[in-house]
């Protein structure tokens, strides 16, 4: 158990150090390569999390406990949520690929709601899954990770999109004030970490 966590804990911080350093140099590809490491790594934390909540839908999968009720309930739920993601997520990425839009600020669809729709995609499917395999370890390093980002956030905004886009992005700034956290999207964050904390309250308190 200890070897794991402390693999995990590299995991992340080499994660972000990777990604700090070399975000705004000419390596800027190495920070695809360690963001498909982490999101690989997060993947298959659950089949080897020590914390791993019993009754899950993980139960099923790995076969080394019987689905609850609660579980599978719990699994209805955030499978929705994270297919609220993919959404999110696809209809992001398409208006950033489509050509019309190129070299343009992007003010329509997701990102008329929040200003890093492509971000939030990332919480709500990481999370559903992670929920959904009934990994602890997973949802604490997911959410420190996305702690991580929304500060970035700031930091993107002020030395690549402000200068790029100027006057136009301070507009885009006040019809748009939410960087990432819409208020539906809190409300399906908060449901999904309730959900997972009466879990691991039954588990590991009960």
């Not at 695809?32 to 993947?43: E, G, K």
């Not at 993980?58 to 609850?68: E, F, G, R």
């Not at 009720?69 to 699994?75: D, P």
Request: charged share 15%.
């Amino acid at each position: 158990m200890i070897f794991f966590i402390i693999i995990a804990i590299l995991i992340l911080v080499g994660t972000l150090t990777i990604f700090l350093k070399y975000r705004e140099t000419k390596y800027k590809y190495l920070i695809y390569i360690f963001a498909v490491t982490f999101a690989s790594a997060l993947f298959f934390v659950p089949y080897f999390d020590p914390l791993q909540l019993p009754g899950f839908w993980a139960s099923v999968i790995l076969q080394n406990s019987d689905p609850t009720l609660y579980g599978f309930i719990v699994g209805l739920i955030v499978i929705n949520c994270g297919i609220y993601g993919i959404h999110i997520f696809l209809s992001s990425a398409n208006l950033l690929r489509a050509e019309r839009y190129r070299g343009r600020l992007i003010t329509i669809g997701q990102f008329s709601k929040r200003r890093f729709p492509i971000y939030v995609s990332y919480h709500l499917i990481g999370l559903s899954y992670l929920i959904l395999m009934g990994s602890a370890t997973g949802v604490t390093f997911l959410s420190l990770m996305m702690v991580f980002l929304f500060s970035d956030t700031a930091q993107i905004e002020k030395n690549r999109l402000i200068p790029r886009y100027k006057n136009e992005y301070y507009i885009y700034q006040n019809k748009v004030p939410k960087r990432m956290y819409s208020r539906e999207i809190l409300i399906i964050l908060i449901v999904e970490y309730i959900l997972f904390l009466i879990g691991v309250i039954f588990t590991f308190i009960l």
